[in-house]
Nanobody, 122 residues
Framework: QVQLVESGGGLVQAGGSLRLSCAAS????????MGWFRQAPGKEREFVAV????????NYADSVLGRFTISRDNTKNTVYLQMNSLKREDTAVYYC???????????????WGQGTQVTVSS
């Protein structure tokens, strides 16, 4: 079991930046692939970014490529999502998740946080 707690969400103007954090506890953090997903109002939850156990490989949704950066610090049991050049369409609840494989389907992730709200205003 691993417990995940996201933080860092909030209200930001379009073009601004936010950094989300996800703190893990309960199990060996470094053994998990970590991902970020998001769910906008009235839409299904979608993949945003994923990072391997060591942090050497990442993958991003096309909609955030070049604007968002996923990273992790295994000494702090934390994964981050740096979000730059935010757009209104980035407004969503952002979830971090932990899984065993470097994949980006929701079904590949076993543990989820409670989510943090990101709202981008124009």
């Amino acid at each position: 079991q691993v417990q995940l707690v996201e933080s860092g969400g909030g209200l930001v103007q379009a073009g601004g930046s936010l950094r989300l954090s996800c703190a893990a506890s309960g199990h060996t953090f470094s053994r998990y692939v970590m991902g970020w997903f998001r769910q906008a109002p009235g839409k299904e939850r979608e993949f945003v970014a994923v990072i391997t156990w060591s942090g050497t490989s990442t993958n991003y949704a096309d909609s955030v490529l070049g604007r968002f950066t996923i990273s992790r610090d295994n000494t702090k049991n934390t994964v981050y999502l740096q979000m730059n050049s935010l757009k209104r369409e980035d407004t969503a609840v952002y979830y971090c998740a932990a899984g065993d494989y470097f994949r980006w389907s929701q079904t590949d992730f076993d543990y989820w946080g409670q989510g943090t709200q990101v709202t981008v205003s124009s």
